[in-house]
């Protein structure tokens, strides 16, 4: 079990997602049941922190949904200094035996206070020796480096991150057709878009900023959830319905086998050993 740690203000519809689909693919392909949501508008260090440690105390799993880059998340250290980014240089300074707490707040652009509520905050989160952290931050598995930062940082056996870009938003199918014309309009317009063949016919599905959707009938629609989209909680409207993909080339949902294989894992060990490229 996980409980899903949540940039609410710039994810909107995860908590949706994660309370209609309340599972989160891992590496392996295992589908790791989300039991519980913490939305934070207050996106910072401190209070995701909080958060693992009130989920360690029963889940050992963590999912934190962030904006992410290629050196950490986008969460600020401290509420109101965005200089201060939970990244790897300034984890492993945060860690570091051989700085002093003034060069650690210099370095990390904030106090010394601050410096002492970050490291309180984190060893109470090593005290519930957590199991896997799975981050769903954009591009972030890509490099080893920093996943062993805060691997190290958060004390877990495990942490995961995507190589692509990761999306939590709206799938709206609009009005079925089976229609000739309406489908070649359709396909010509987003080239690029997939194509799924169903049971009781084809779904296609594009996505530039947002998903494009096209189906031949609800029950089409219906059949696409069920197969790629994790063990639904209840019905699932087949209008509109919250949707989790990795952004790779085409795109993958929950469900195919292409999603665990967009996702990065680190256990410990060099990462230079790793087939590390580093940034």
Not at 132 to 161: P, Q
Not at 235 to 264: D, N, R, W
């Amino acid at each position: 079990m996980a409980t899903a740690i949540i940039n609410s203000r710039e994810f909107p519809y995860t908590m949706r997602y994660y309370e209609k689909f309340p599972y989160e693919p891992c590496e392996t392909g295992f589908a790791l049941p989300v039991s519980s949501r913490k939305p934070l508008a207050k996106w910072n260090l401190i209070n995701v922190l909080k958060e693992m440690e009130a989920a360690g105390k029963k889940d050992k799993n963590v999912v934190i949904v962030s904006h992410g880059n290629l050196k950490g998340i986008r969460c600020p250290l401290i509420a109101g200094k965005p200089a201060s980014e939970t990244e790897m240089d300034h984890l492993n300074i945060l860690m570091s035996k051989s700085k002093s707490k003034k060069d650690k707040a210099q370095i990390c652009h904030i106090t010394e206070t601050e410096v002492d509520a970050i490291l309180a905050a984190r060893e109470n989160v090593l005290n519930q020796h957590l199991n896997r952290v799975e981050l769903r931050a954009c591009n972030l598995g890509t490099n080893l480096l920093a996943l062993a930062a805060l691997r190290k940082f958060f004390g877990s056996k495990i942490i995961t991150a995507p190589k692509v870009g990761d999306y939590f938003g709206l799938i709206n199918t609009g009005k079925p057709t089976r229609n000739a014309k309406d489908w070649a309009i359709f396909l010509k317009r987003r080239p690029a878009a997939k194509l799924f063949n169903m049971p009781s016919g084809k779904i296609a599905i594009r996505h530039l900023l947002h998903f494009s959707v096209l189906t031949e009938s609800d029950k089409v629609t219906s059949e696409w959830i069920k197969k790629h989209l994790p063990h639904p909680n209840g019905p699932v409207s087949t209008h509109e319905f919250p949707v989790h993909a990795l952004l790779s080339l085409p795109p993958c949902f929950p469900m195919e086998p292409g999603y665990a294989k967009q996702i990065s894992a680190f256990k410990g060990g060099n990462p230079l050993l790793q087939g590390l490229s580093i940034p």
